[in-house]
């Protein structure tokens, strides 16, 4: 079985148009922005857009889909008015997702800003259960998504990821989205077979294969743990096509969506030939 490979798409003209826009560049999973991802306030979904969508997922076929949250929300901050603002920012997220039948919501976990990594992870495990409690019985996920590791940003250690889901009282609502480009900055090499195998088993060990529901394939314009979050290319940046050859090969995660998140000009053909090059690595057995 073949990975699932898709792409981040526009929702420009309401979410339903990612879905053509998916389909016309070989996408079978697709990743939307919800909401204006710069902006705290906007409109609520409409009931007609949200029929729409269903309509179009179903004749498509494209699946699962998924949402990434605002990059305004720190779950981490020690500023209470931001830290309230970024728990309603998370619920209106979920109810967004929740609403479109969404797999999950990727959220950056936060920063501590100069409170220190154990304050900060302490704060984001709270911050989730309170986004959760105002939630509740829902299906969609809250994806930690590993991060560069830049200023004070948390979640470049799977250690952070793990400790962040523990604390958590509802930790049954959350599992971990898996970007390259941020693990490889983060410091996390995966370009051999044996680095590889001895990342991925790092990360079973800390957080669990199971709790790995999606990936950002990105490759790096930086050098490995130079915590910047530069995305590039496939095989065109540090990663090189050998590190990203070991997961589309590998079977534990034949039906995780991977997913990219490349620039793109308007036409698209970026995505269109970043996942030819993704699916020329897969191994035909």
Not at 91 to 108: S, Y
Not at 137 to 147: V, Y
Request: aromatic share 6%; proline share 3%.
């Amino acid at each position: 079985m073949s990975p699932k490979l898709g792409a981040h798409m526009s929702a420009a003209g309401g979410v339903s148009k990612a879905f053509a826009r998916g389909q016309s560049v070989g996408c079978e999973t697709i990743q939307i922005f919800t909401r204006n991802q710069n902006r705290w306030e906007s409109k609520p979904l409409d009931p007609a857009e949200i029929e729409r969508w269903h309509a179009a997922a179903a004749e498509t076929g494209i699946a699962p889909a998924i949402s990434h949250a605002s990059y305004l929300i720190n779950l981490g901050s020690p500023d209470d008015a931001l830290w309230e603002k970024s728990i309603g920012a998370l619920v209106d997220e979920l109810q967004r997702a929740e609403a479109l039948g969404l797999l999950g919501v990727v959220l950056h976990p936060g920063a501590h800003m100069e409170q220190g990594e154990e304050v900060g992870i302490a704060r984001v495990a709270a911050g989730l259960d309170r986004a959760h409690a105002a939630t509740a019985g829902f299906q969609t996920l809250t994806l930690l998504e590993i991060t560069a590791g830049q200023g004070t940003t948390l979640g470049y250690k799977f250690e952070h990821l793990a400790a962040m889901r523990s604390q958590a009282a509802t930790s049954e609502r959350i599992a971990v989205c898996f970007d390259t480009c941020h693990a490889f900055a983060a410091g996390y090499d995966f370009r051999t077979p044996e680095s590889y195998a001895a990342m991925i088993e790092a990360f079973d060990r800390t957080v669990g294969l199971a709790l790995l529901k999606c990936f950002h394939l990105n490759d790096s314009k930086g050098t490995l743990g130079n915590r910047r979050d530069r995305h590039e290319h496939i095989g065109k940046g540090g990663i090189g096509l050998s590190g990203f050859a070991h997961l589309l090969n590998d079977p534990r995660f034949a039906c995780v969506p991977m997913l990219l998140e490349t620039d793109k000009s308007d036409d698209l053909h970026e995505d269109a030939e970043n996942l030819a090059v993704l699916r020329g690595l897969i191994e035909r057995g």
